[in-house]
């Protein structure tokens, strides 16, 4: 993996909430756990782990709708932790996001050629070239102009989910955060707006930070893949190392419980039981309770993500111990 030309560089990010359930009791949830990756400019990386493992809340962190409480995220070199008033405003104009229920993103009073017209006042073009700017973004996401006129609720899911990417167009970002963009789709939708934001991408070379809990849609979009367990990151490489080659047993499992990305003739793992609450994870490495493959060391100390000889960087005793670690390399691609 390059080093070369990091638009997005994240490191060490982490996201605590303290529950507080009565005046003795608080406890802390680390929800996000020591996140480090890095995103090229015009490059996908996906991000993929069950329900609770940390995925939106790195994308709200990053647009800063949830404070990080440790870590540093560099846009383009620049630290863009902790903005504030103006600032805070041109970082979020270059990183947009595009949520699963466009709701998020479209008021439902608003119509479709004022959403879009909203995005364009805050990109500074004067209201006269308003009407053929959001002409031409519905047709780069291929509806006709005519829809201009309508609302949200008059929409199809997939027409407000092109709108929603529409909307995030508006103001040239340089990379957009979809975190389940495409899952409340049906499947032949599903496949053109993915298409979408592929032709998108390479016409704009915009990054993507896609984030699915579906991988067969992963390996269609992301050119880098990082696996999420419990907040922090167990595997991180190439899109094709990873479905491949997986070597963490939980990313194998992942991957073994979808039948289109399975590759025959692999030991198919089960993932047993449900992921572990983040307020209360267990000792050692967190996912060896649910984990085939876990030795004595597994139950005691945690691992800490490595590179293998082959380059992938992995979170686990036995494969580090199996395919060896190179210590002199760094963590990240
Ligand atoms: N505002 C919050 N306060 C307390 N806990 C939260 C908050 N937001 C998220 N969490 C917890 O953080 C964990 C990760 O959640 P989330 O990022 O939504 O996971 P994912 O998107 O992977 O399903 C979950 O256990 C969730 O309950
Ligand atoms: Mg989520």
């Known amino acids: 993996m390059t080093q070369t030309s990091s638009l997005l560089s994240v490191r060490d990010l982490s996201v605590h909430f303290r529950l507080r359930r009565g005046p003795k009791d608080s406890r802390n949830v680390r929800a996000v756990d020591g996140v480090t990756f890095e995103i090229a400019k015009g490059q996908t990386l996906g991000i993929a782990g069950e329900s609770g493992s940390g995925k939106s809340t790195v994308a709200r962190s990053l647009v800063q709708i949830t404070r990080p ?19 805070l405003k041109e970082f979020r104009r270059r990183m947009q996001m595009v949520f699963q229920d466009p709701y998020d993103s479209l008021d439902p009073r608003m119509s479709v050629r004022d959403a879009i017209g909203e ?7 004067p209201r006269p070239r308003h009407d053929e700017t959001v ?3 519905l047709r780069r996401v291929n509806l006709p102009a005519s829809l201009a006129r309508r609302y949200p609720g008059q929409l199809s ?8 990417i529409a909307r995030a167009l508006a103001v040239n970002p340089e990379i957009i955060i979809c975190d389940e963009a495409v899952a409340a789709l049906d499947v032949s939708i599903r496949a053109q707006v993915l298409n979408l934001l592929k032709d998108i991408q390479h016409d704009t070379g915009v990054a993507y930070l896609f984030i699915s809990h579906d991988l067969s849609t992963l390996r269609f979009m992301a050119d880098q893949v990082a696996i999420m367990y419990v907040g922090r990151v167990v595997e991180y490489g190439t899109s094709d190392e990873v479905f491949s080659r997986p070597l963490h047993p939980y990313t194998k499992a992942l991957i073994a419980a979808v039948p289109s990305v399975t590759t025959r003739g692999r030991t198919r793992l089960k993932l047993n039981g449900e992921p572990p609450d983040p307020g209360n994870p267990p000792s050692g490495c967190p996912f060896h309770p649910r984990c085939p493959e876990a030795v004595d060391q597994c139950r005691l100390t945690r691992p800490e993500l490595g590179t293998t000889n082959e380059g992938q ?21």
Request: hydrophobic share 30%; net charge positive.
């Open 119 to 125: 995005a364009l006042s805050v990109s500074g073009l």
């Open 135 to 137: 002409e031409e973004l």
């Open 313 to 333: 960087s992995v979170a686990c005793h036995v494969v580090l111990s199996r395919h060896g670690r190179d210590a002199t390399r760094q963590v990240s691609p």
């Open 69 to 87: 409480t440790g870590g540093t995220i560099y846009l383009d070199g620049s630290d863009v932790t902790s903005l504030k008033g103006r600032r």
């Open 157 to 164: 899911g997939g027409q407000r989910q092109r709108v929603s």
